[in-house]
């Protein structure tokens, strides 16, 4: 789901708290209004460096405590804080009072910078710096952005230093302004700073507010068409712009990395947003085809049939499912990669945009909380077909766990057009690769009993364009793992698929086996490698997805 919101504010990036506020539509203006004051109320206690369940933000805005595990689920303040505040400028447009109706004046964004004396973008900066504003109903009849005079006064009581030094810009002279520039060219002369550091190093010496500072010198090179600073912009290595990913994958904030890596927000977002786009263009999107798709992408169905969380929150694994749920699972499981692949297409033609990229991996997202949902609703199958296909000595639970993945590929493979059960089609796949295994390792266990001349006589004829082969693919998923898996995903698929520099492979750990180094659960540890499977699914070539689980 998705909001179009101002051109100077994100749209909600959460999906349950954009849910959330679909929610709100149907309910009474009152009820509107009481959490409109409560979603402003969250806001001013909000610490941007902390983590949130959505059960608390939920919670806090309607006063009931929602079901699902989603609801466990934590976001980041600073995106919390993003989202709320776009949360209530729409929740708002749907109550939208008239100003006649507000005690004391609500000035729209040009009338309070015009009262100021600062740009418009001076007062959208503090917007997300906690200045609250909603949508009003003016008395030309038109809905826009206000402010009251009640939240600006409490702004302006709590960001004093702020708002005189915004003001101080526009007071100015000339021979100040002369001298900011004067300080950027001789640093710039110099070329010991680039223009970030410098802007705050004239910022400090004058007194002047760093935007104060910033917006004269873009205006002087406007005016002028010259620049002050010609820096040559230094590329990041590979590395660091792994490294770069893997921070703000774990939370790291813009800001954070701007001063790690010594570039601009821009510059990081760039970055960031190219590194999403090669994941998503490395791997391969596979599903089912279907006539329907394209019907349905032209009506604009694709919003609707994502809206899926409320259908899978009726659903129960306990229980089963029915065929006609089996069925809607699947096609909306294959619609969601069909939308991913259609739009990642379009993609390799023209330039990426960060908002198509997020709605990508959103779609992509969905279908593998469709996945997980049915592996969990067919556990009892995998459980049932490795307990009858278990030789003496064997584990139950690595024949489990080697079932989940016949599981994950039969998925990929069912065509629920056809109208047969998944559960038959799955019984006869799953059967099949156990079947396939168990023949494999007889093989291998005549090959070792051959003795060491004849092995490596082998060796020494086997083809090696087919090694070279094998070794760049090995490579290649060697490095996916690296950059998708966090340190505890990498270890167990390490461990239990037994990847090693070993020419011969060897006997990968049992789960039980991981769960003690680990100091988990069995179970737990099957979890936490279904998830990472999952991960690696969509970024690996059936070749390469297949080398590792072979």
Same mark, same amino acid.
């Given at each position: 789901m998705s909001f179009k919101g101002d051109s100077s504010l994100a749209d909600i990036s959460n999906k349950h708290i954009a849910g959330l506020l679909n929610q709100m539509r149907f309910a009474t203006e009152s009820q509107k209004s009481k959490q409109l004051d409560a979603a402003e109320g969250l806001l001013k206690l909000l610490d941007e460096d902390r983590e949130?369940?959505?059960?608390?933000?939920?919670?806090?805005?309607?006063?009931?405590?929602?079901?699902?595990?989603?609801?466990?689920?934590?976001?980041?303040?600073?995106?919390?804080?993003?989202?709320?505040?776009?949360?209530?400028?729409?929740?708002?447009?749907?109550?939208?009072?008239?100003?006649?109706?507000?005690?004391?004046k609500v000035y729209s964004i040009n009338e309070l910078a015009e009262?100021?004396?600062?740009?418009?973008?001076?007062i959208n900066r503090w917007r997300k710096r906690g200045l609250m504003s909603r949508k009003y109903l003016f008395a030309d009849g038109k809905k826009r952005l206000g402010f009251s005079q009640a939240s600006w006064a409490e702004f302006e009581n709590g960001n004093r230093d702020t708002v005189d030094r915004a003001k101080g810009f526009s007071q100015l002279n000339e021979q100040q302004r002369g001298e900011i520039i004067s300080a950027a060219r001789a640093i710039a002369a110099k070329g010991e700073m680039r223009r970030r550091t410098a802007i705050d190093d004239i910022a400090k010496r004058t007194g002047r507010a760093r935007e104060t500072v910033r917006y004269t010198l873009i205006n002087y090179e406007d005016q002028s068409g010259r620049k002050i600073f010609q820096n040559v912009r230094t590329r990041l290595g590979a590395k660091d712009c792994v490294l770069l &990913?893997?921070?703000?994958?774990?939370? !790291? $904030?813009?800001?954070?990395?701007?001063?790690?890596?010594? +570039? @601009?927000? /821009?510059?990081?977002?760039?970055?960031?947003?190219?590194?999403?786009?090669?994941?998503?263009?490395?791997?391969?999107?596979?599903?089912i085809p279907s006539d329907e798709f394209k019907a349905l992408a032209e009506n604009s169905e694709t919003a609707k049939i994502q809206e899926f969380d409320n259908y899978?929150?009726?659903?129960?694994?306990?229980?089963?499912?029915?065929?006609?749920?089996?069925?809607?699972?699947?096609?909306? &499981?294959?619609?969601?990669?069909?939308? !991913? $692949?259609?739009?990642?297409?379009?993609?390799?033609?023209? +330039? @990426?945009? /960060?908002?198509?990229?997020?709605?990508?991996?959103?779609?992509?997202?969905?279908?593998?909380?469709?996945?997980?949902?049915?592996i969990e609703?067919?556990?009892?199958?995998?459980?049932?077909?490795?307990?009858?296909?278990?030789?003496?000595?064997?584990?139950?639970?690595?024949?489990?766990?080697?079932?989940?993945?016949?599981?994950?590929?039969?998925m990929e493979k069912f065509d629920y057009g056809r109208g047969y059960r998944f559960s038959t089609y799955a019984t006869w796949a799953i059967a099949k690769d156990f079947a396939r295994k168990a023949g494999a390792e007889a093989k291998i266990e005549k090959a070792v009993s051959d003795d060491m001349e004849n092995v490596q006589k082998n060796l020494r004829i086997s083809d090696a364009s087919g090694a070279a082969v094998l070794e760049k693919a090995k490579r290649s998923l060697e490095q996916v793992i690296r950059e998708n898996l966090d340190e505890r995903e990498q270890y167990i698929i390490r461990q239990h698929f037994a990847l090693?520099?070993?020419?011969?492979?060897?006997?990968?750990?049992?789960?039980?086996?991981?769960?003690?180094q680990l100091n988990l659960s069995k179970e737990?540890?099957?979890?936490?490698?279904?998830?990472?499977?999952?991960?690696?699914?969509?970024?690996?070539?059936?070749?390469?997805?297949?080398?590792?689980?072979?």
């Open positions: 949130y369940p959505l059960e608390f933000v939920c919670y806090h805005i309607t006063g009931f405590r929602p079901k699902g595990e989603w609801a466990q689920d934590t976001i980041h303040g600073n995106d919390l804080i993003n989202d709320l505040r776009e949360f209530v400028t729409r929740l708002s447009e749907l109550v939208c009072r008239d100003v006649s109706e507000v005690d004391g009262k100021l004396g600062v740009a418009t973008k001076t &990913y893997k921070s703000y994958a774990s939370g !790291a $904030s813009a800001t954070d990395l701007m001063k790690k890596f010594g +570039k @601009s927000k /821009s510059a990081i977002y760039r970055i960031i947003n190219q590194k999403r786009l090669r994941d998503l263009l490395s791997g391969k999107i596979e599903f899978l929150g009726g659903l129960s694994i306990t229980t089963g499912l029915t065929r006609a749920q089996e069925m809607e699972l699947f096609r909306r &499981y294959n619609f969601l990669k069909y939308c !991913a $692949s259609t739009a990642l297409d379009k993609m390799r033609e023209v +330039k @990426s945009r /960060s908002s198509v990229i997020k709605e990508i991996e959103r779609w992509l997202e969905q279908a593998g909380r469709i996945q997980k949902f049915i609703a067919n556990q009892g199958l995998v459980v049932s077909i490795a307990s009858k296909h278990s030789p003496a000595g064997a584990s139950v639970a690595d024949l489990v766990s080697e079932g989940n993945l016949s599981l994950m590929r039969a090693s520099d070993s020419v011969i492979r060897k006997k990968g750990a049992s789960l039980k086996h991981i769960g003690e737990r540890v099957r979890q936490i490698e279904l998830e990472a499977l999952a991960k690696l699914r969509h970024c690996l070539s059936e070749e390469e997805f297949g080398m590792l689980t072979a």
